[in-house]
């Protein structure tokens, strides 16, 4: 498809479980971003990609979220030992220009439940 | 610390009527304002955005908003809703000036429902 597709869509894991989470940017963007929106919030910045560097991970909560876009196109959201403050819908987002300045386009998210 | 305040959690209005979501933010020096709409199962969608000129920002979907520096205020604004408007909405700034704008501090959101 011509948009940003995330999977899985839905992601139900006992507490203390790997999980990963997958995003396929719009080809040819250069940003990456990831949030994290829980349930009645808005979405929190998590992470930021330019190519395959990692320029920003300021709003990763723990040292148990690690994320990569080894290849400047796909990325993955890991997180480790999941707890069930962990739950959340997780977005991504790319745009086309260097530093996101231009238009973020969304997918539409990856939702963590951990029981 | 910059961020978005949305005083509205629930709005409710009928279809035909005007309607206006309040957003303020705070922030050191004038940020990147912007729009979203998210409708269920979708992810989030641009509606406008703000980075300077006129304080008056034309979107998509006939919506539009205005930039008002001394209330530090970016409400949305559409004067006839339709029922397909029916969907959340957060308003967002983004830092100026760090080469980052897309790093964006978002507001909780108002929930819009329309009635026919």
Do not use: M
Not at chain 2, 8 to 20: C, F, K
Not at chain 2, 24 to 36: E, I
Request: proline share 4%; glycine share 10%; aromatic share 12%.
């Amino acid at each position: 498809g011509a948009g940003v597709s995330q999977s899985p869509r839905y992601k139900v894991a006992k507490r203390g479980q790997d999980v990963a989470l997958r995003c396929d940017p719009i080809s040819g963007h250069v940003s990456l971003f990831w949030y994290q929106q829980a349930l009645g919030q808005g979405p929190e910045f998590l992470t930021y990609f330019q190519n395959e560097a990692q320029l920003d991970k300021s709003g990763l909560p723990s040292d148990r979220f690690f994320a990569e876009r080894p290849e400047g196109s796909v990325s993955t959201l890991k997180i480790q030992r999941t707890q069930q403050e962990d739950s959340a819908v997780y977005l991504c987002a790319s745009s086309l220009l260097e530093g996101g300045t231009g238009e973020l386009f969304f997918g539409e998210g990856s939702r963590l439940t951990v029981l | 610390a910059q961020s978005v305040t949305q005083p509205d959690i629930h709005i409710t209005v009928s279809e035909g009527a005007s309607l206006e979501l309040r957003c303020n933010y705070s922030y050191g020096a004038t940020p990147y304002l912007f729009w979203y709409v998210q409708s269920p199962g979708q992810g989030l969608q641009l509606l406008l955005k703000y980075f300077s000129g006129d304080t008056l920002v034309q979107g998509i979907k006939g919506f539009e908003a205005e930039f008002k520096r001394s209330q530090s205020s970016f409400n949305l604004r559409k004067p006839s809703v339709h029922w397909s408007d029916a969907a959340e909405y957060f308003c967002a700034v983004g830092p100026l000036n760090t080469g980052t704008a897309s790093k964006l501090t978002f507001g909780t959101g108002t929930r819009l429902q329309v009635t026919l």
